[in-house]
Nanobody
């Protein structure tokens, strides 16, 4: 059974940092495109960042470019999201996703597996 578990969320002040982790189990995802999405209250789930199957290419939403960094550890079957210079508008539930149909996939429908999400709250 495929399972993705996010961790690392929490409450942080504006300007602070958090590092989200996503551990995958049930099968290896070392050759899969992976991504992070977020969903704020009352809003649709939106793309945040993605990493290619090789890990050599990364993709970001304009709203997080320069502040967030996605990375992966194939030996641990995990993907990470380092979030710096956090803003109140970054407040959302963050989801990791895997088995993207292509490197840099930005649409929800392009990913096969999803985690349950981790809450990130940024106070002003």
């Amino acid at each position: 059974q495929v399972q993705l578990v996010e961790s690392g969320g929490g409450l942080v002040q504006a300007g602070g940092s958090l590092r989200l982790s996503c551990a995958a189990s049930g099968r290896t995802f070392s050759s899969d495109a992976m991504g992070w999405f977020r969903q704020a209250p009352g809003k649709e789930r939106e793309f945040v960042a993605a990493i290619s199957r090789s890990g050599g290419n990364t993709y970001y939403a304009d709203s997080v470019k320069g502040r967030f960094t996605i990375s992966r550890d194939k030996t641990k079957n995990a993907v990470y999201l380092q979030m710096n210079s956090l803003k109140p508008q970054d407040t959302a539930v963050y989801y990791c996703a895997t088995s993207g149909l292509r490197d840099g996939a930005t649409r929800i429908t392009e990913y096969a597996y999803w985690g349950q999400g981790t809450q990130v709250t940024v106070s002003s």
